[in-house]
Every structure is written in structure tokens, then in C-alpha cells.
């Protein structure tokens, strides 16, 4: 038993994957702090002209599902590693149709 525990642990590919979650939290700790800009950014905008910024409901939107990527990546749920290894995640669907 403690064999097998050896030999995970010299195996290379879980120490990248762990230099990859360290990475990863760091990047989802980031990206609270953006979601709070885009936050005020837009009750600003909403305050100021009526109506939120589409360019950054686009952003948003793009941003929620990048979260949801680190996310699955680091609760093992998926091998996939969030960008910058892989495409920004985009969606073409109207940002605005949601939650009407």
C-alpha cells in the first residue's frame, strides 16, 4: 500500500496538476475582484444612462463561464485547464435575454 502511494507521488503529471490548481486559484481570486469592477461598473452605468453597458454584459457573461471552468477544473470534475491552455470561453447567445 504505501508502494503504490510512492509511486502517485513520483509521478509527474500529479505535481503539474497541482502547479496548475495553485495557478488557478490564484486566477479565481483575481477574478472575484473583477466581477465586483464589473459589478459597480454597471450600476454606474445603469445609474448614469438607464441602462447597462452590452459590451460588458458580453465581458460578464464570458467571465461567469471562465469561473465555472477554473471551478470544474479545480474540484477535479474536469482535466480541461481554463485559459490561457485553452480558448476564452465565448457565447453567442444575448446577454440581455437572460433573467427576463
Not at 502517485?8 to 477574478?31: A, P, S
Not at 475582484?33 to 458580453?58: E, H
Request: zero cysteines; glycine letters at 4%.
Amino acid at each position: 500500500m504505501k508502494e503504490e502511494i510512492k509511486q502517485r507521488l513520483q509521478k509527474t503529471e500529479t505535481w503539474m496538476r497541482v502547479l496548475y490548481m495553485v495557478f488557478f486559484v490564484f486566477v479565481y481570486g483575481l477574478t472575484k475582484f473583477l466581477i465586483i469592477l464589473v459589478m459597480l461598473f454597471q450600476l454606474f452605468s445603469m445609474v448614469l444612462s438607464g441602462s447597462t453597458n452590452s459590451q460588458l454584459l458580453k465581458f460578464s457573461q464570458n467571465l461567469a463561464a471562465y469561473v465555472f471552468q477554473i471551478i470544474t477544473f479545480l474540484t477535479f470534475n474536469s482535466e480541461q485547464r481554463p485559459f490561457p491552455f485553452s480558448a476564452w470561453p465565448s457565447d453567442t447567445s444575448d446577454p440581455g435575454e437572460q433573467g427576463q
